[in-house]
């Protein structure tokens, strides 16, 4: 059996332009500089940086434990704050925020040292020290940012918890990195209504007995309950505060944060990352792959704090690099679907990066929406969180980029805290949907079942076979999982999980979750591959695909589409014997669906993530399980109702 069925065929391909190539800050011989002495060019991107002390050793290596410019000294809120002021950027644009009712603030680099310097002493005067643990539960408000670089600053190490979890997943996470404070804000601001955090944290708070404090920023200014002695106001004891604070040096492998990843059925993983390896490979890949310009760029990384995107580059990698930026506190469709292209108009954002699932939902609304803003100010387009189906890919260069952007299409993950796999723009020729090959410095790798790499044109699981700085220190307080999760599978090489394939270029594609791989007839057919056939058809915006038990075949194939709005299609049986068609058409008979359901909406995280469990859930006939990470709850109802209307096909 082989490992992986490489099913999909992409040979449109996009060099760079002579005028982008020329300006662009990555060059070709990054690789070989890299590839002729690894050691020396992550030594070269630290230097980059200010330590207080410089480091006696880059890297020492005992499987699968890493320490990364051993004996060094470093601050990162120096590095993201304090050197730019220092370094005459003070005046610089840190942070345009934009509130989802039309508030705005602009936030300077020295407005931002003043304010996180305040927030410094506050922590130190209500007894936080280096290597505490403080949980940060806000909506996506600038004091978010604020409260991570303050923690950074006195070595407290932060537990950014998604502003969409609830009260037991906040205790869960509390209680398992023992937060001695939560930062959190009265609520935030979602589909043009206020919505409270801060009863969530007083119901976590019942069985979260390591925390002691809560600071809490007035946002919305609705009724918050506060409890004498424990809670206290932000503008209360932060304002007051001295706007000096001095910022010391810390081991370069001192924790700077905990991020927890969902487990589906398991507790959540508290991937853990130190200081100076991932300050250096988030720095420095900020600067490569969005070819940054810090004098005249403004950029917006569209995601929340709360996921490892919104810790490397929103507040650290593009801080470091003295980015200006825009933070947008709410939804895409509030109050219409112009929302984003206008405020891009509005700052004149230049680099944009974003998820798949919101550029198919774009596409799913229409092109008259971006249509209707000016977006000339865009030079450079990203995609995180998962595969970009080609066609998306298509749709966001033709249509957000106007044909001349370059798209960089970025793999990586909360445990390598960094960019790993990616386009470099300026160098990189792509290929519609393809991560393309692993940035200069890193080592991927696609093995087969025994851990052998594959022929090229070959699929299997990727795998990274040597360590780089930003990787995962850990699992907090849990060694023998961090063994088991990540280096049990390939000896001495880190597997992530994910499936690959590698084209006859070399070109490296990602075809999602091992665990989303369906067997169909002894053929391992990846998700992946079935949905951007699916997404290729005119009239499908978004699918998503599971394998479904069945006597015959082992699995079948279950497929969820939606469809574009505003485009003229089939109907019933014949839409369905179309798209079927297609599939076929495009990667085999064998890949054709049993059964496509047509949807308005699918199951998703808050992060955007397809929930395909619930889906296989549905498509198997079983109760649906947890359902209370979804972003609406009741979206399952409606996909059951489809699904039982729905035929399928023998």
């Not at 992986?4 to 662009?24: H, I, M, T, W, Y």
């Not at 053929?523 to 695909?545: K, Q």
Request: net charge negative.
């Amino acid at each position: 059996m082989t490992t992986l069925e490489n099913l999909g065929q992409e040979d449109r391909k996009f060099a760079p332009s002579v005028d982008f190539a020329s300006q662009a800050n990555a060059k070709a011989e990054m690789y070989e500089r890299a590839k002729s002495d690894r050691l020396k060019f992550w030594e070269d991107a630290a230097s980059a940086l200010h330590w207080e002390k410089k480091w006696d050793q880059v890297l020492d290596w005992q499987i699968p434990s890493a320490k990364w410019f051993v004996g060094g000294k470093i601050n990162a809120c120096y590095n993201a704050l304090d050197r730019n002021v220092l370094e005459g950027r003070g005046d610089r644009v840190a942070f345009h925020f934009e509130g989802e009712p039309g508030d705005t603030r602009t936030i300077t680099y020295s407005d931002l040292l003043s304010e996180v310097s305040k927030l410094a002493n506050a922590l130190t005067e209500i007894g936080i020290t280096s290597g505490d643990r403080v949980a940060i539960y806000m909506p996506m408000i600038p004091e978010a940012a604020m409260a991570m670089l303050a923690c950074a600053r006195i070595g407290a190490v932060h537990s950014v918890i998604f502003g969409g979890f609830s009260a037991d997943a906040v205790a869960v996470r509390n209680n398992d990195a023992q937060a001695k404070l939560v930062i959190t804000a009265d609520g935030g601001f979602r589909k043009g209504a206020p919505f409270a955090l801060k009863p969530t944290v007083d119901s976590a708070l019942k069985a979260s007995p390591t925390v002691e404090k809560v600071i809490v920023v007035k946002r919305t200014g609705e009724e918050t309950e506060m409890q004498d002695g424990r809670d206290l106001w932000w503008h209360d004891i932060v304002d007051r505060q001295s706007d000096k604070h001095v910022a010391q040096g810390f081991d370069s492998e001192h924790g700077l944060f905990i991020l927890y990843t969902s487990g589906t059925t398991a507790k959540p993983k508290g991937i853990y990352h130190t200081t100076g390896g991932y300050l250096t490979q988030a720095a420095l890949t900020h600067k490569m792959v969005f070819d940054l310009k810090a004098e005249s760029d403004v950029y917006w990384c569209t995601a929340d704090i709360g996921w490892i995107t919104g810790h490397s580059y929103v507040v650290y990698g593009p801080l470091i690099n003295g980015a200006t930026q825009v933070i947008y506190e709410g939804t895409p469709d509030t109050p219409n679907k112009s929302r984003m292209f206008e405020i891009i108009e509005k700052y004149k954002v230049s680099i944009l990066y974003t998820a798949p699932t919101l550029i198919r939902t774009w596409m799913k609304w229409g092109d008259e929406f971006p249509k209707g803003s000016d977006l000339s100010s865009l030079r450079l387009l990203g995609s995180v969180g998962e595969p970009i189906n080609p066609e998306a890919w298509m749709w966001y260069r033709e249509v957000i980029g106007a044909n001349r952007c370059p798209i960089v299409d970025t793999w990586w993950q909360t445990e390598t805290g960094a960019i790993m796999i990616s386009p470099l723009p300026g160098v990189t020729e792509c290929k519609p949907g393809s991560a393309m090959r692993a940035l200069p410095g890193i080592i991927a790798r696609v093995l087969d079942e025994k851990g052998n790499e594959v022929e090229l044109g070959g699929g299997g699981y990727l795998a990274l076979t040597e360590p780089w700085p930003s990787m995962l220190r850990g699992i907090w307080g849990e060694e023998e999982r961090y063994k088991e999760t990540y280096w049990s599978r390939f000896s001495g090489k880190y597997f992530a999980g994910d499936g690959a394939k590698i084209d006859k270029d070399g070109a490296i594609w990602l075809l999602g979750r091992v665990d989303d791989v369906m067997n169909v007839s002894g053929h391992r057919i990846s998700t992946t591959e079935v949905e951007s056939a699916l997404v290729s058809h005119e009239v499908i915006a978004e699918a998503a695909v599971v394998g479904a038990k069945d006597e015959m075949t082992g699995q079948g194939i279950v497929a969820f589409v939606i469809l574009r709005s505003g485009i003229d299609h089939l109907d019933g049986e014949a839409l369905v014997k179309q798209l079927r068609d297609h599939v076929a058409k495009e990667i085999g008979a064998i890949a054709k669906p049993r059964q496509i359901v047509v949807v308005n909406e699918l199951p998703k995280t808050r992060s955007g993530k397809i929930m395909r469990r619930l889906l296989q859930d549905v498509a198997e006939d079983r109760a649906v399980g947890d359902s209370t990470t979804l972003a609406d709850p009741n979206v399952m109802k409606l996909i059951r109702a489809g699904l039982d209307s729905g035929k399928s096909e023998d």
